[in-house]
């Protein structure tokens, strides 16, 4: 089971830090990718990051502004968003997958488990 927290609002510019919270597994063997949607829009890949070792995939988008990093103690994988522009305005989600895996392009492919998601609206 998956869920999002730290959707906010915020002023274009700042940061915000999202958490997704993984119960019922361990995430240190788990591929957890982190996705965005806008209504209306497909749902797309922002960050992934592989269980065994850790190795981060990003966007095009997200490279350079957001860091996707695991918490073990914890269970969760975070998002770090820095700069953050208006377009980043979006639902995100957090996923994983018995098969799941990390694409070169930041994105999680295989995917089965899906949380509900936490808006980030970032104003101009």
């Known amino acids: 089971q998956l869920a999002e927290s730290g959707g906010s609002l915020v002023q274009a510019g700042g940061s915000l830090r999202l958490s997704c919270a993984v119960s019922?597994?361990?995430?240190?063997?788990?591929?957890i990718g982190w996705f965005r949607q806008v209504p209306g829009k497909e749902r797309e890949g922002v960050s992934c990051?592989?269980?065994?070792?850790?190795?981060?995939y990003y966007s095009d988008f997200a490279h350079g502004r957001f860091t996707i990093s695991r918490d073990l103690a914890r269970n969760t994988v975070d998002l770090q968003m820095d700069s953050l522009k208006p377009e980043d305005t979006a639902r995100y989600y957090c996923?994983?997958?018995?098969?799941?895996?990390?694409?070169?392009?930041?994105?999680?492919?295989?995917?089965?488990?899906w949380g509900q998601g936490t808006q980030v609206t970032v104003s101009s």
């Open positions: 990051l592989r269980g065994t070792d850790a190795k981060t």
């Open positions: 019922g597994d361990t995430i240190n063997y788990s591929n």
């Open positions: 996923a994983s997958g018995r098969s799941a895996f990390c694409s070169g392009a930041g994105s999680l492919m295989a995917t089965e488990w």
